[in-house]
Nanobody
Framework: VQLQASGGGLVQSGGSLRLSCAAS????????VGWFRQAPGKEREGVSF????????SYANSVKGRFTISRDYAKNTVYLQMNSLTPEDTAVYSC????????????????WGQGTQVTVSS
């Protein structure tokens, strides 16, 4: 049972990246999936969440309109498309699955993947 986050890298301000969160050993169909990020010296921040049954999405105000979360059931993968990146988006991004009562708060998640580093240069 594993989550694998990938797709991070170094990008210039204004650029885009797409992160992937791939599940193995279980299906994502019945789990909500959240993306979180943590910058050095800062607390972990909820970025986005996608509901398991109806695909409803949630976004932090800081990324609303720039980031899009989506899921591919066939590939058992959730994506985070990040556009118009700024240096403030620099962080380690992680994905997690669960049935949280408050999606963008990093509690009540059952499985966490390792992080992928996103660095945005000015």
């Amino acid at each position: 049972v594993q989550l694998q986050a990938s797709g991070g890298g170094l990008v210039q301000s204004g650029g885009s990246l797409r992160l992937s969160c791939a599940a193995s050993g279980f299906t994502l169909d019945y789990y909500g999936v959240g993306w979180f990020r943590q910058a050095p010296g800062k607390e972990r921040e909820g970025v986005s969440f996608i509901h398991p049954s109806d695909g409803r999405t949630s976004y932090a105000n800081s990324v609303k309109g720039r980031f899009t979360i989506s899921r591919d059931y066939a590939k058992n993968t959730v994506y985070l498309q990040m556009n118009s990146l700024t240096p403030e988006d620099t962080a380690v991004y992680s994905c997690a699955v669960g049935h949280p009562s408050i999606p963008l708060v990093p509690y009540e998640y059952d499985i966490w993947g390792q992080g992928t580093q996103v660095t945005v240069s000015s």
